[in-house]
């Protein structure tokens, strides 16, 4: 069996700035990832990540902007760990090799975003996301970090209430291995993909948020899924927001610059939700074309476009056959991110112990019910560094204990049942039928009555999830398993956010009802938990960590 003083599972920017971490105190270190490292979804993070870094601009207020941000659900000493640790994290990449855009005056350069009352976004070019994902792989091959890629984990093995280890299937030979860890991290990315047309990488199934929640680790604000502004309608790939912060407008069909209804003093660099909202309701309302909105960049002039969002241009050329430079880019709102996930403390350590989490599988709480463009990026780095740090101290103060014998011979039992099943639906088809229900039922706009529908929807496919089948019987890189594996995890997680949804009565940040349209700080103050149960989410409340911002009005 491998042995491991820490175990990382996910090789985006949140696992292996925690492995780098990780292995200054230890060099027992390993990560395991589903795919390569650089084809992590954090490779496709275009706009930027953010950080204080001026002298006119401060911690503080970005810290204030965060929680103003997140609807004032974010817990606020975590909030100020993210703000305060910024800009040393920033410099320290940069001393890593990652290549920002630069000021005229050699500075590392910064664009307004969302939310935020500073230009305080750091970025390079539009592929921010890629740059940085480089550079920390160049540090885990520098520091010589063992690198398991296409290994596929399954599941926790949990003994006595500790995290001992995971199970594994190494893609390449179908073999299922035990990995025995002190420590585990989980650092496997989100889940908004439980949504048809998302903007995440196919990817991005929520397996470590799944495999946490049911191994005893608890799930919260789930209900809390970001709908992002600019995607393109043929498939939700991201325009980013850094379009609108270099300037981008955004047009309906009566070429009105319709957020100054919505919006009048921020306009297009609203936060999230807002943007969201106010597209959507020019859409329903008729002032859409052909389902979407337009943003227009013309005015930006080509050299800044080539320059600035060189990704975007090529995206929209390549998949709505426009060229920005000449013609605005139809739009619509998309699932894009979960700030909702499995709980952690400022640390990443999660209710189990010996299990931690980081980026965007967990919640600390920094985003709260809407997350600012440029801070989850950020969130990633921040907490990854921290987790990596706790993790490694756990693992350097406990004696290593046993794993749990059987926990091998069941998943192995386990997933020969599923390979051997002679009948019974593909789980394909079951996404899609869960995807469809999401959009339907739990979009932008939600009200009680098709949430019920989402909850009962999802349930029926839990129970028809149990007896579906994979035709590809094989085990080498048998990708029909592995995507009937994530499946399961996807509609685990599409319960706990319909559930979720359906009992918050209230509108705040991305979780907006049209039978409750206000926000109600009396009653819904307070982060919604889910914890695993044979019969579906068992939910609980936990209070908001205030420190020195009281709940206010929220506009733009
Ligand atoms: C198109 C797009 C653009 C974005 N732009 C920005 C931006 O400009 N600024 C910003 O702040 N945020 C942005 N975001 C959000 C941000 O990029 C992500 O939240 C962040 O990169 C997530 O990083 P992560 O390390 O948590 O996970 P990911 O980068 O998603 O990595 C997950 C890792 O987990 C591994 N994994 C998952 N499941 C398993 C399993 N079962 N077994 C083994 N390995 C597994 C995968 O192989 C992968 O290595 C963007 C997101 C998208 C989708």
């Not at 305080?120 to 010589?144: F, N, P």
């Not at 046993?402 to 593909?426: Q, W, Y």
Request: include cysteine.
């Amino acid at each position: 069996m491998l042995e491991y003083d820490v175990v990382v599972v996910g090789a985006g920017l949140a696992g292996m700035r925690a492995a780098i971490e990780a292995s200054k105190k230890t060099a027992k270190v390993a990560v395991l990832t589903k795919v390569h490292p650089v084809r992590s979804h954090s490779g496709a993070a275009q706009g930027g990540i953010n950080a204080a870094l001026s002298p006119a601009d401060s911690p503080e207020s970005h810290a204030f902007d965060t929680v103003k941000g997140s609807d004032y659900l974010g817990d606020q000493d975590a909030i100020e760990v993210l703000c305060s640790e910024a800009p040393g994290d920033i410099i320290e990449l940069e001393h890593m090799g990652t290549v920002f855009s630069r000021a005229s005056d050699g500075r590392i350069a910064q664009r307004p975003f969302g939310g935020a009352g500073f230009p305080r976004t750091c970025y390079a070019s539009d592929i921010t996301g890629l740059v940085i994902l480089h550079a920390l792989y160049e540090q885990m091959l520098k520091l010589g970090i063992k690198v398991y890629d296409e290994w596929f984990v399954t599941s926790l093995a949990v003994d006595d209430g500790v995290c001992r280890g995971i199970i594994a299937i190494d893609l390449k030979s179908g073999k299922l291995e035990a990995v025995k860890a002190k420590a585990v991290i989980l650092a496997t990315g989100g889940c908004a993909p439980v949504f048809h047309n998302s903007s995440n990488a196919l990817i991005s199934t929520g397996d470590g948020m799944s495999l946490a929640y049911r191994a005893g680790a608890t799930l919260m604000d789930m209900e809390f899924l970001q709908f992002h502004p600019t995607t393109l309608k043929a498939n939700g790939v991201l325009i980013t927001e850094g379009a609108r912060g270099e300037g981008g407008y955004l047009l309906n069909a009566l070429g009105e610059r319709f957020m100054a209804k919505y919006a009048p003093n921020k306009m297009e660099l609203a936060s999230r939700d807002v943007v969201s909202r106010a597209e959507q309701t020019e859409i329903e309302e008729g002032r859409g074309i052909d389902g979407c909105v337009l943003i227009d960049l013309r005015h930006l002039g080509a050299q800044k476009i080539k320059e600035r969002l060189m990704q975007i241009r090529e995206l929209a050329m390549d998949i709505a056959g426009v060229d920005p430079i000449e013609q605005p880019i139809p739009i619509r709102p998309g699932a894009h991110y979960s700030m909702g996930g499995i709980k952690t403390d400022v640390h990443g350590a999660t209710m189990l112990k010996g299990l931690y989490a980081a980026g965007e599988c967990a919640c600390v709480s920094v985003h709260g019910a809407n997350r600012l463009g440029g801070n989850s990026l950020l969130e990633t780095i921040v907490f990854g560094r921290r987790a990596g740090r706790a993790a490694s101290e756990l693992a350097c103060s406990v004696a290593g204990a046993s794993f749990p014998e059987a926990a091998l011979s069941d998943e192995e039992r386990r997933i020969s049942e599923l390979l051997k099943r002679e009948k019974g639906e593909r789980a394909h088809v079951l996404r899609k039928e869960l995807q469809e229900a999401a959009n339907t039922n739990l979009g932008i706009f939600r009200v009680a009555k098709k949430m019920q529908n989402c909850v009962e929807k999802v349930r029926e496919l839990k129970e028809r999830y149990a007896r579906a089948i994979v035709q590809d019987r094989g085990r080498i890189f048998n990708t029909d398993l592995t995507n009937a594996l994530q499946t399961g995890y996807l509609i685990d997680l599409g319960e706990a956010m319909a559930l979720g949804a359906l009992a918050r009565e209230e509108s705040r940040g991305a979780h907006s009802r049209l039978d409750f349209p206000k926000r109600d700080d009396e009653k819904w103050l307070k982060h919604t938990l889910a914890y695993w149960t044979p019969n579906g989410p068992r939910l609980g409340y936990l209070d908001v960590t205030m420190t020195k911002w009281p709940p206010a009005e929220r506009s733009y």
